[in-house]
């Protein structure tokens, strides 16, 4: 089963989307995720994961507030699409530049690599 978001936050919500939060506890649980992997199938084709208990792209449904009955069957291609905006590895990526930009401004040193 293949899914597609019809609107993305970085794309035509990104106003109305929260950023990605960076607080620590937010932080702690994206680390965690980062460490887990696929590790087997189990008997109905799905897939164990070891190390930790979700993957990163689990992390971002669950930090969207993901809902599977929400998912639209589209018509003869096997594939989904899903109402609401999600959060995406760029949604991640631009909150940390932000917040490490805005850290180096409030300590007064701008560094240059």
């Given at each position: 089963?293949?899914?597609?978001?019809?609107?993305?936050?970085?794309?035509?919500?990104?106003?109305?989307?929260?950023?990605?939060?960076?607080?620590?506890?937010?932080?702690?649980?994206?680390?965690?995720?980062?460490?887990?992997?696929?590790?087997?199938?189990?008997?109905?084709?799905?897939?164990?994961?070891?190390?930790?208990?979700?993957?990163?792209?689990?992390?971002?449904?669950?930090?969207?507030?993901?809902?599977?009955e929400l998912l639209?069957?589209?018509?003869?291609?096997?594939?989904f699409e899903y109402?609401?905006?999600?959060?995406?590895?760029?949604?991640?990526i631009r909150s940390?530049?932000?917040?490490?930009?805005?850290?180096?401004?409030?300590?007064?040193?701008?560094?240059?690599?």
């Amino acid at each position: 089963m293949f899914y597609m978001t019809s609107n993305t936050p970085h794309e035509s919500q990104r106003g109305a989307w929260a950023p990605f939060p960076v607080d620590e506890v937010t932080l702690s649980l994206m680390e965690a995720s980062l460490d887990v992997a696929y590790d087997d199938v189990d008997d109905e084709g799905g897939p164990i994961v070891s190390d930790g208990r979700y993957t990163f792209h689990k992390f971002l449904e669950f930090m969207s507030g993901y809902n599977p009955e929400l998912l639209i069957p589209l018509e003869e291609t096997g594939w989904f699409e899903y109402p609401d905006p999600q959060y995406t590895y760029k949604d991640v990526i631009r909150s940390l530049i932000d917040e490490v930009r805005r850290l180096r401004s409030t300590s007064g040193t701008i560094e240059v690599s």
